[in-house]
Nanobody, 122 residues
Framework: QVQLVESGGGLVQAGGSLRLSCAAS????????MGWFRQTPGKEREFVGA????????NYANSVKGRFTISRDNAKNMVYLQMNSLKPEDTAVYYC???????????????WGQGTQVTVSS
């Protein structure tokens, strides 16, 4: 069982930056690939990015590539999403998720956090 808690969301102006954090419980964090997703009202949850167990493989959605950076610290059971050059269309609730095995870009993750709101004003 893995519990995930996101933090770091908030209100920021367009062009600004935020760093989201996701704290994971459990002693097997390093065996989980971690993903970030986001969702706006009335839309499906969408993939933002994901990082492999050791951090050697990272995938991003085209919409955030070059602006967002995922990292993880297995010693601290943490995964991060650094978001730069934010745009109003990045406004969403952001979720972190965990899955055993390889990095995934679909919603096929085993555990989800409760989400943190990111609002980008124009």
């Amino acid at each position: 069982q893995v519990q995930l808690v996101e933090s770091g969301g908030g209100l920021v102006q367009a062009g600004g930056s935020l760093r989201l954090s996701c704290a994971a419980s459990g002693r097997t964090f390093s065996s989980y690939a971690m993903g970030w997703f986001r969702q706006t009202p009335g839309k499906e949850r969408e993939f933002v990015g994901a990082i492999s167990t050791g951090g050697g493989v990272i995938n991003y959605a085209n919409s955030v590539k070059g602006r967002f950076t995922i990292s993880r610290d297995n010693a601290k059971n943490m995964v991060y999403l650094q978001m730069n050059s934010l745009k109003p269309e990045d406004t969403a609730v952001y979720y972190c998720a965990a899955r055993r095995g390889i990095v995934g870009t679909t919603l096929a993750y085993d555990y989800w956090g409760q989400g943190t709101q990111v609002t980008v004003s124009s």
